[in-house]
């Protein structure tokens, strides 16, 4: 049975999501997303710069083959999302939207006022929103009442590659949401997405781990393979930790008397 | 002298020099349309609308593009 992953009724067989910052250059990051297996990248939207116009990397990107996400960041407030998420949609004529809200410029975590707000807003609006929060099993639910199409918890602070600082809290989520649970930001090495994979996430979004890596696409590959892996062994139903031992061989026909 | 704000910064024009349309504005400064999407005074400018949206002196208008992110 096809075991892809649904969001706002499309499918993918991918359940990797890769950002397409901090990559070396337009040829690395492209490859990079080829080998990753992803369906998904995420692109953001800024000012063109005037003097410097050689920077589009919308070329660099086959969009028969991957869905643009465009994300909001930079945004510092709700009316500062809801305006990029209009211009990105006048931009791409899509709807879907990773919303982002992220006041504060030193762990860059989500505010979940303003991003609840803006859900709201644009979700009335007829987009398809991806909201970026904290691991915030109250804030995920509210969103999920506001119509939203995923979460997006934060495993760790974005670019930190921390790893599943929030573990805890994101279970709660996985176990309370009724739509996918992404698991973005903080993820630094392939075992930290299969850590997240095997404990029920829907997906996982990777960008710097991969783009900073020595060699970018051979780590997209490692991701994708690791996304596999977790996945696979959390259909398999794994069974929990214990204390103390569990003999894996006979505790009996010892060769000892007695 | 005419002016508009572009991008923030305020950018003069000779007298009847001016562009006249977001698609000569984006002619004049050599900004591929295809991958470019327009604010005037706030209000959002389909690419399509381009050619025809008139500019008037003293606008601010915001030019944005997709740029690489997460």
């Known amino acids: 049975m096809a075991d892809n992953l649904v969001i706002a009724g499309r499918e993918f067989k991918s359940r990797l999501m890769v950002g397409t910052g901090k990559f070396a250059s337009n040829s690395i990051m492209s490859r990079a997303i ?6 998904i990248v995420t692109v953001a939207l800024r000012r ?13 990107i086959d969009s028969s083959k991957y869905l643009l996400l465009p994300n909001t960041s930079g945004a510092r407030s709700a009316e500062e999302a809801v305006r990029l998420a209009r211009l990105a949609r006048a931009a791409t004529g899509i709807n879907w939207l990773k ?16 991003t609840l707000k803006a859900a709201q807003i ?10 970026y929060i904290n691991a915030d099993p109250v804030l995920a639910k509210r969103l999920q009442d ?3 199409a995923t979460v997006m918890p934060l495993a760790s602070p974005i670019g ?5 600082k929030t573990r805890a809290a994101i279970e709660i989520i996985i176990e309370q949401a009724n739509v996918p649970v992404v698991v973005d930001a903080g993820l630094g090495l392939p075992s930290h ?11 996982v979004l990777v960008n710097t781990a991969i783009a900073t890596a020595d060699k970018p696409e051979e780590m997209a590959e490692a991701f994708k393979l690791a996304v596999q892996a977790g996945r696979m062994a959390y259909q398999c139903g794994p069974r929990a930790a214990s204390r103390t031992a569990n003999a894996s061989s006979p505790l009996t026909g010892f060769l000892r008397s007695s | 002298m005419e002016m508009l704000k572009i991008n923030g910064v305020d950018r003069e024009f000779p007298a009847g020099q001016m562009p006249k349309t977001i698609a000569e504005l984006l002619e004049q400064l050599r900004i591929e349309t295809a991958t470019v999407v327009a604010e005037v005074d706030g209000l959002i400018v389909e690419r399509e609308k381009f ?3 008139k500019l008037s002196k003293g606008q601010s208008i915001e030019l944005v593009r997709f740029v690489p992110g997460g």
Request: charged share 30%; glycine share 8%; aromatic share 4%.
């Open chain 1, 99 to 114: 919303l982002e809200v992220t006041p504060d410029p030193y762990y860059l975590l989500p505010d979940p006022v303003e």
């Open chain 1, 193 to 203: 997405a299969a850590e997240a994979m095997e404990m029920g996430a829907d997906a």
């Open chain 1, 48 to 60: 063109v710069d005037i003097e410097n116009k050689d920077d589009d990397m919308l070329s660099a």
């Open chain 1, 160 to 164: 930190s590659n921390q790893g599943l």
């Open chain 2, 51 to 53: 050619a025809k949206t």
């Open chain 1, 122 to 131: 644009l979700v009335k609006e007829g987009f398809v929103v991806l909201p």
């Open chain 1, 34 to 39: 080829e080998k990753s297996g992803t369906e």
């Open chain 1, 146 to 148: 506001a119509g939203v």
